[in-house]
């Protein structure tokens, strides 16, 4: 494997921005700089985080998806009015320090993952996570929940289901349409109680997968095509409660993807340097 956007993803891999962003953010509440532009116009051409040499800092940085506001609230310590919760797995609630590092990192992991993946899948011309499962799987349909202002994408008018059980639809296997199960059905949307998906059933492709397996609705494609396999889990939105989240610290990354198993290794020294715990699961059975 040596495309360009392989190399590209490597190096992504080998130089995660959030060590790189968290001593920014330790140094800048310490220094007497006024904003974070102004730190970052004060950074060396050069920066060195755990072995890890960053060349030119401050480009990196000023790309970097965070909300800086989160970094003002910190700074001006005005007790976290506005900001998310986050709790942890006693049900305690973080401080304040705590909750704003907790988001940021899922901010900066996120938004570098989605590009490491796509660098990834286009260099291994991969569109596993487009298709339903093999005809001969276990699994009986992939599921692709979409958000509803994602609907319009889809040709498909939604169906409605009486199912009151949960968001996706892996406990519906009950729900029948003429007397046949849902899944054994072509591709269609579904309306869940909270929440729609796009369920792909055996054998079958999204309508938006072309020829050479391609998205042809690549740049506006739903939120969930856009971390694939390799996932930032730092924190985990609570059901029913938008502005709480679980503190869940991990790097989750499915092992259907060929990518995944072949990087292992540049995944558990990711894992590291970003001190989150790295869990690999199989997705499609
Ligand atoms: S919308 Fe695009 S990226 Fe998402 S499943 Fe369909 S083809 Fe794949």
Redesign the pocket.
């Known amino acids: 494997m040596n495309s360009a956007e392989w190399k590209a993803g490597l190096h992504h891999l080998k130089h995660p921005l959030w060590p790189l962003t968290k001593l920014c953010i330790l140094l800048y509440l310490t220094s007497p700089y006024e904003t974070w532009e102004e730190l970052l116009q004060a950074l060396p051409p050069e920066l060195s985080v755990d072995e890890t040499i960053y060349e030119d800092p401050a480009s990196k940085l000023t790309h970097v998806h965070m909300n800086t506001q989160w970094l003002g609230l910190l700074r001006q310590g005005s007790g976290g009015n506005g900001l998310p919760v986050v709790i942890n797995e006693g049900n305690d609630t973080l401080d304040m320090f705590s909750t704003v590092l907790c988001l940021l990192k899922q901010q900066v992991m996120e938004a570098e993952l989605e590009t490491v993946n796509s660098l990834f899948c286009a260099s291994m011309k991969c569109?596993l996570?487009?298709k339903g499962p093999e005809p001969d799987a276990v699994q009986e349909f992939f599921e692709?929940p979409l958000q509803p202002q994602e609907l319009s994408?889809f040709a498909f008018q939604p169906i409605e289901t009486p199912f009151q059980g949960g968001f996706d639809a892996c406990s519906a296997d009950i729900f029948q349409i003429d007397e046949r199960p849902f899944h054994l059905l072509p591709p269609a949307v579904y309306h869940w109680r909270h929440g729609y998906s796009l369920i792909l059933t055996k054998g079958a492709s999204?309508?938006?997968?072309t020829g050479n397996m391609r998205?042809?609705?690549?740049e506006k494609?739903?939120n969930v095509?856009r971390k694939p396999q390799i996932f930032a889990y730092v924190l985990e939105q609570q059901p029913d409660k938008p502005h709480v989240s679980l503190e869940r610290d991990t790097l989750l990354a499915i092992t259907d993807c060929p990518y995944v198993r072949l990087l292992e290794k540049e995944l558990e020294r990711y894992a590291v340097l970003n001190e989150v715990t790295l869990m690999l699961k199989p997705n499609k059975a």
């Not at 999204?206 to 997968?209: A, E, N, R, S, T």
């Not at 998205?215 to 690549?218: F, K, S």
């Open positions: 569109a996570c487009c692709i994408l999204c309508p938006h997968l998205c042809n609705i690549y494609r739903p095509c």
